[in-house]
């Protein structure tokens, strides 16, 4: 973005040791620490898709701290906007670009309180916690029940998991304006059974099929038009 070059090196293997928890008691901890320094790249390099950032960490109460100096610097350089970069990347590699959305966020139970999760991809509800990407869903333009590369698929006897999607079949969803989820390849809607586990089944419209998506296309739309 800034018209430096790439240099040709040796791989290596980069990891992040944690310390343990217990030291950090009352403390910032390291986990903070990344997620404070994902929010500063997003506020100085990523424009208008920074807030696809901000959203998805959904801790709000973090802040980036002075990002002045490299604002300046970026300036100074003439860097490129970030729309450059992802025109770029996406010609060498395919990526997912969660724009044109027709939903996205929590998806709720009518109770207000449960919510759609990803437990270690394994499908699950959870209370709702309001911040957080493991439960915040995307409704792509081509129907995926997204998260990142993650989509929401049909397995055996009628269970639901989270899978890579482009390994995958079934994957498109229709959200239905009746709050029905309703797989397009099966036919059946996404249901909660009386112990919370989650499975695919004959839509009915029945309570238990019933889920509440925190932002659909108008939602959305607005909220665009607001920024404007």
């Not at 973090?62 to 025109?87: A, R």
Request: aromatic content about 10%; proline content about 2%.
């Amino acid at each position: 973005m800034c018209g430096d070059g790439i240099e040709m090196l040796p791989c290596s293997h980069v990891g992040h040791a944690y310390r343990s928890s217990i030291i950090w008691n009352d403390q910032l901890r390291e986990a903070e620490k990344t997620v404070s320094n994902s929010y500063r790249v997003a506020e100085v390099w990523m424009d208008e898709y920074k807030d696809l950032v901000f959203e998805r960490i959904g801790n709000y109460t973090l802040k980036t701290g002075d990002v002045s100096k490299v604002k300046k610097f970026k300036k100074e350089n003439n860097c490129k906007p970030f729309e450059y970069f992802l025109e770029y990347v996406t010609e060498i590699v395919h990526l997912y670009i969660p724009v044109n959305l027709k939903a996205k966020g929590a998806i709720i139970k009518p109770d207000g309180k449960t919510c759609l999760g990803n437990c270690n991809l394994n499908v699950c509800l959870a209370e709702c916690k309001w911040k957080g990407y493991w439960q915040f869903w995307e409704w792509s333009s081509d129907k995926e029940i997204r998260q990142g590369v993650n989509c929401l698929i049909p397995k055996e006897n009628n269970l639901v998991e989270i899978s890579e999607c482009k390994f995958n079949k079934f994957v498109q969803w229709d959200y239905r304006e009746d709050n029905l989820i309703k797989n397009i390849d099966t036919g059946m809607c996404l249901t909660a059974d009386e112990e919370n586990k989650l499975k695919l089944a004959e839509c009915t419209g029945h309570s238990e099929q019933i889920w509440i998506w925190e932002r659909t296309i108008k939602s959305i739309t607005n909220s665009r038009r607001a920024l404007k």
